[in-house]
């Protein structure tokens, strides 16, 4: 089984990567961009079959070392 | 409209950050993980509204910028 997570700062949180690529969008002359926010995507290759506890392992991999809680959400998408 | 952009590297292409990631899971005891790829997602706000004008705008911006089509792919999602 695939899954995949996706990373991204919290709302209210500073995102200098996303804003460095509003910046340099504009410079660019790319016109009618507003809030850019950059994240990370994660793709993990399980051995897990059960789409429950896939879900489960994967979201502890997020809470022990993928995410910061803080300051960062994540999302969990399983391809089954 | 938003769209949302994920740069991965290419298969075939080494990828240090998802092998950190895969070698930290299983020292963390995590079992039964195989291949991790780690790439990029990019979150933007757009002001056009139309969904073909707006893939081509996203498309150009990951040539230009977002993506270095050497060694990533991307693939853009518009939430209409």
């Known amino acids: 089984m695939k899954a995949r997570v996706h990373v991204m700062p919290k709302p209210g949180v500073l995102d200098p990567q996303g804003k460095a690529v509003a ?3 504009a410079s ?8 850019v926010r ?3 995507v ?3 290759e ?3 079959t059960d789409p429950a506890l896939a879900r ?5 991999m997020c809470r022990k ?5 803080v300051v960062e959400s994540y999302g969990i998408e399983l391809d089954t």
Chains 1, 2 share one sequence.
């Open 23 to 25: 910046q340099a969008l």
């Open 65 to 69: 070392l993928l995410a910061n809680t």
């Open 38 to 40: 950059q994240g990370k």
């Open 56 to 60: 489960d392992a994967v979201d502890q």
């Open 28 to 35: 660019l002359g790319f016109k009618g961009v507003g809030e």
């Open 42 to 44: 994660i793709d993990l």
């Open 46 to 48: 399980l051995t897990e």
